[in-house]
């Protein structure tokens, strides 16, 4: 069975700081990693994957996550966050073929000020 | 952009009340899902379904539950008879083909069981 972990339940950084949120994952099995973002009052948003290839995946709105098979992370980092940056992050995991995303917890990201 | 729509946006109920909520998959996808998320929880997996039918569930989803897609759009999540533990955020997904396509989330149905 697949599990996500994301130790921080919530994450509070000043504007304009960079960030990092931990994703950490089991699986017995090759896997494809998500990241899915969910502003206040919406609904899940894909932000970036991983599928295969580079290692290292972007979103459009500068964020980054970085795939290490070694340690089983998929942790997600921004070098500057801004305030419109505040809500839940979702680090999700599946393997191949047409299975269901198993999700962490969800780390609450808070920029202030 | 196309995208997955869900309705109603807010449902209270009482206890032990049928209600039904309902997801406009995008148009030229194929594999459906539901997931739910109670508050404070994380996000869990209900239900796929390709082809017409139920093509994997989970624990959550019991005999309370079911799944269908009366026409050409919709795809629809009942709850037959609601308990309080029933209350949460229900998510619609969609995707197209197997393998590494991603999952469209729709925007969700809050549910409140009284």
């Known amino acids: 069975a697949q599990s996500v972990t994301q130790l921080d339940s919530q994450v509070p950084v000043f504007e304009e700081a960079p960030v990092e949120l931990r994703c950490n994952y089991s699986?017995?099995?090759?896997?494809?990693l998500f990241w899915y973002v969910q502003y206040p009052n919406q609904g899940l948003q894909l932000l970036l994957k991983?599928?295969?290839?580079?290692?290292l995946v972007e979103s459009i709105n500068g964020f980054e996550a970085e795939f290490n098979k070694s340690q089983t992370s998929f942790h997600l980092r921004k070098p500057s966050v801004h305030i419109s940056d505040t809500a839940e992050y979702f680090c999700a995991v599946r393997n191949s073929g047409n299975t269901p995303l198993v999700f962490g917890k969800g780390t609450r990201l808070s920029v202030i000020a | 952009e196309p995208e997955v729509t869900q309705t109603p946006s807010h449902q209270v109920t009482q206890m032990g009340q049928e209600v039904i909520l309902r997801c406009v998959p995008i148009s030229n996808h194929l594999y459906f899902y539901w997931y739910r998320q109670i508050l404070g929880q994380k996000v869990e997996f209900l239900v796929s379904f390709y082809n017409n039918e139920i093509s994997e569930k989970s624990e959550i989803f019991d005999d309370q539950f079911s799944v269908e897609r009366p026409d050409g759009s919709n795809f629809t999540l009942k709850i037959r008879s609601t308990k309080l533990e029933d209350s949460a955020m229900y998510f619609c997904a969609s995707n197209k083909d197997r393998g590494t396509d991603t999952q469209y989330f729709g925007p969700g149905t809050r549910l409140t069981v009284l």
């Open positions: 991983y599928l295969s290839g580079s290692t």
């Open positions: 699986s017995s099995v090759s896997v494809y």
